[in-house]
Structures are given as C-alpha cells and as structure tokens.
C-alpha cells in the first residue's frame, strides 16, 4: 500500500487514545505514534502491561501515558474518558483508535451463543461505546476516529465466523458513524489489515481447538480433521504474510495526520484480494474457492486478527 502526501498535519500537541494497546498491532501503533510526537494513551486492562509500554516507549518524546480501560465495561470506559479530559484539559482530544479485539476460531456449530455474545461484546459494542464516550472531545478539536477491522470484515472465511461476523458489523458501524458526524468535522477511517504474524495465533488456535474438543462428540468428529487443517494453514499464512506490523501503524499515522484522510485503508495483499474477491465475484464462485483452497491445503488470506 502506497501512501503519499503533500501536505500533513503536525503531531506535535495531538493526543490519541489507542486501546487494545499491551500487545500485537496495538502496542506496535501506540509506540509509534509516540515515536512520531503524539501524546498517547495507550489503552491496557493490567497494569504491568502498561508499564510494560513505559519502559519501551522512546526518550525525549512526549511520555506514554498507561490507560486503564476495559471496552466491555462501561464504567471503565467512563472513566478512562475522564482522566483523558481531566489531564488534557483545554488542549483537547485528537484522536481515538479503536484496535481492541479478540478472535474465536471455531466451526460455527461448536460456538455456543454466550462465547459469541462475549465477542461481538469485544469487538462490536466495545468501539461503539468508547467512540461514544470519547465523541464530545473530538468534536471540541474536530478530531478523528480511527478503526481497525479485517480483511474478513469483506469476506467470511470457514472457522472464523464468529470473528468475522464482528468486523462486518464493525463495518457497517463506521459507514454509519463516518456519515454522521461529518457535519461535526470528525473524520473517520478503517484499517482493515491482512494476515500478520503475532502472538495472538497460536491462542485462536489453542481456543479453537477446546471448542471443538468440548463439543458433542457427534458435532466433533464432523470438523475435527478439516479445522485442524485450517488451523496450520492460518498459521502458516501469517508467518509467511509480507504485511509487517509497521505497514499498520503508518496506516494508522496516515489516517491521523493527512489533510483529508481515507476512509478505508487496506493494508496487505490478502485485504485487497479479500475486497475485490468480494465486490467481482459471485457468491457461490467464492464458496468453491475457499472449498476448494481449504481440501488442497492453501486457504486465501483474508485477514488480521489480533488482540
């Protein structure tokens, strides 16, 4: 993904509030913007993750600032929302990025409703409640709000319906969100990132698999060869992606820093395949190539999943 741009706006004196930020693309972006000079408050649920970030945020910048936030629960994001006011005063709020996440693997049949509540929880409610609580500062700045979604917020791959389903709705809440409030000067963009390599794989698949395991064991039996098989083959996929966490977080830096921003930005072959494979193609040609990819072994990436 090329970015350019003639003209950019300053970081110096901007803050940003980025959650989901103690590890994966989070904690990558929040160090990175604090890199470039925002003031960043990086979201963390514990403690020692963020003074984990303290001590590997950069000298001579404006410091890291830990924010305690839990996107699930609304009494801490009211206050974290109040700590952001109260610090920043009359200097006001840049910016959210809304990078929090999780992601349950499983066949759709073995995902009893309350995991999938838990999720969309997570990944849907969560971003919805924390723009909410963080708008009136943003429209004091005419500031922005950034989310990061999947390239499987275009395309629903097997064994990750779940997660899948958050991002489309995630989507649809931008969309509705963006147009909304433009007549506020609030710009707001998507990062939709493709496979990248972080931690948080070998825990889907840990997850995945006890999902499975504790199913009915005539539910089990019908998926277990085909979701083990897909499961080495996302993990392959993400150890041999192109696309860097970096490529994110100047994503991330261009949305919060260009003039006019994009509105959505695709970060990694395999977004761009998922976004056009989405928007050309039939249905059901698409079904007989994921059917198709999964029985030969080499399954199309789609895209991020991180926490």
């Not at 904690?27 to 984990?52: M, P, S, T």
């Not at 590997?56 to 994001?77: M, N, Q, W, Y």
């Not at 917020?153 to 909304?180: I, N």
Request: aromatic share 4%.
């Amino acid at each position: 993904m090329l970015l350019r741009q003639s003209k950019s706006l300053s970081p110096a004196g901007r803050a940003v509030v980025i959650t989901g930020a103690s590890s994966g693309l989070g904690k990558y972006c929040a160090l990175h913007l604090q890199r470039l000079g925002f003031h960043v408050f990086a979201g963390v649920r514990k403690e020692a993750d963020g003074e984990r970030l303290v001590t590997e945020s950069s000298a001579g910048r404006p410091p890291i600032r830990p924010l305690r936030i839990d996107v699930t629960d609304d009494g801490s994001i009211r206050a974290a929302a109040e700590t952001v006011a109260e610090i920043r005063g009359t200097d006001g709020l840049w910016a959210v990025v809304n990078n929090a996440g999780t992601c349950v693997s499983a066949p759709l049949e073995c995902v009893r409703p309350e995991r999938l509540r838990q999720e969309l929880d997570t990944n849907v409610v969560g971003p919805h409640a924390v723009s909410q609580a963080f708008l009136p500062m943003l429209r004091e700045t005419r500031g922005r709000v950034v989310n990061v979604t999947s390239g499987l917020g275009s395309v629903a791959s097997p064994y990750l319906g779940t997660y899948a389903a958050g991002q489309f709705a995630k989507e649809g809440l931008t969309d509705a969100l963006r147009r909304e409030v433009a007549p506020f000067g609030i710009a707001v963009s998507l990062i939709q990132p493709g496979a990248i390599a972080t931690p948080i794989w070998g825990k889907v698949g840990e997850l995945g698999e006890q999902l499975v395991r504790t199913s009915p064991d005539g539910v089990a039996h019908l998926y277990r060869q085909s979701f083990e098989r897909f499961l080495e083959m996302n993990q392959r996929r993400a150890e041999t992606s192109r696309t860097q966490p970096r490529d994110v977080a100047l994503a991330v830096t261009h949305a919060l820093t260009a003039v006019r921003p994009r509105i959505r930005y695709r970060v990694g072959p395999d977004a761009w395949t998922a976004a056009v494979a989405s928007r050309l193609l039939p249905d059901a040609v698409v079904d007989r190539l994921l059917a198709a990819s999964l029985a030969s072994g080499k399954v199309p990436g789609a895209g991020r999943v991180d926490a």
